[in-house]
């Protein structure tokens, strides 16, 4: 081999064996490195005391994945005040029961839950690549199988966990009292939040709007009755992340900038900067969600997590 292409072959050697060594690292390693999130909202009251909220979305569980079932069982030694769960709870049609192990005494504690489309129908095999472009998006992952939603459904109820899928529920935690309202799966078509509208409870200190898929058709009708604060997860963070860079897509037409975490939403925000919101915006928290397609489990920079939001008292606009 002569000298000129000694340092090209080495340094095509030196790319693929990086690239095989991301490729390993974003199916085996960090897909398993579970984080868990803290972030303070304030969305409360003058005067009101702070509020543990344990948001959990898109566990897309497989009952043989207990390195992930025994993580999401110990964070009940956080001691939260509430649970919220965007959905997306199974990835297998035998998932009930460890969905609901999972869980574990989580489901003692004041919580709510919506369905995301994962909840309905079970993942496929697809092309990674069809993540990147719009063939990932509603109608695209259905079969004709059908997952036992009910079950879930009924398990969670049974547990005390309030069911939000279209409707309006009061609860009192921790001497707080809340309004909560959520939707079916936006990114189905299931949604229907006219049939839940209505202006925030006047008696009650806070309204929070749940959903899974953070599609603006229903951020902004909640965010317009008075909601100060929308919850979802769907997005998985956007799964695969570039340095510096961020999120490639939200799989909903959620802009990328808030794929996950904390931002502001408002009636018409659409592509606005969060950092533009005006008086009184509701905040807006997206979880990049605890799992994914076993067939895709790929992430990159976009580690699985579950957060917990302190809600504490606002000053006037906030």
Known sequence: MSSVWRPLTGAVLGAGALAAGAAAYATWVEPRWFALRRASIPCLPAGSPDLRVLHLSDLHLVPTQWRKRDWVR??????????????????????VPAAIDAYGTLLDRPGVFVLGSNDYYPPTRKNP?????????????LT??????????????RRGWADLTHRRVRLRVEGVDLELVGTDDA?????DYPSVSAPAATDADLTIGVTHAPYQRVLDPMAADGARLLVAGHTHGGQLRVPGYGALVTNCDLDTSRASGVSRWWPGAGA???????????WLHVSAGLGGNPYTPFRFCCRPEA???????????I
């Open 307 to 317: 957060t917990l939001i302190t809600l504490t008292a606002g000053g006037p606009g």
């Open 129 to 141: 690549l069809r993540y990147l472009d719009d063939s990932h998006r509603k109608g695209a992952e």
């Open 74 to 95: 110990g964070l009940a030694e956080l001691d939260p005040d509430l649970v919220v769960h965007t959905g997306d709870h199974l990835a297998a049609m035998d998932a």
């Open 187 to 191: 990114h189905l078509e299931l949604d």
């Open 272 to 282: 606005t900067p969060s950092s533009q919101a005006p008086p009184g915006a509701a």
């Open 144 to 157: 004709p199988d059908v997952l036992p939603t009910q079950d879930l459904v009924d398990g969670l109820r």
